[in-house]
């Protein structure tokens, strides 16, 4: 799955973060809010998967599902 989250809505990081999502690692509350603690691999603009694997901590009320 990959995921489009804005960047006020995830850390760490710059930008709008679009992530092909390969685990879950863990969910819970954060500052009044549901987070999650993500590991995938950065999607470029023109749709390339980065070959270096990042996590990101996201806010799940914003993220938005891109392509399943």
């Known amino acids: 799955m990959t995921i ?3 960047e006020d809505a995830y850390r760490f990081g ?7 999502v390969t685990e879950v690692i863990s969910r819970g509350p954060f500052e009044g ?3 999650a603690e993500l590991r995938g691999h950065g999607v470029r603009e023109d749709g390339t998967r980065a070959s270096r694997e990042r996590f990101a901590f996201v806010r ?3 993220v938005r599902v891109v392509d399943r």
């Open 4 to 6: 489009r989250v804005p």
């Open 33 to 35: 809010h549901e987070w």
């Open 60 to 62: 799940v009320d914003r």
């Open 14 to 20: 710059t930008g709008p973060l679009t992530l092909a």
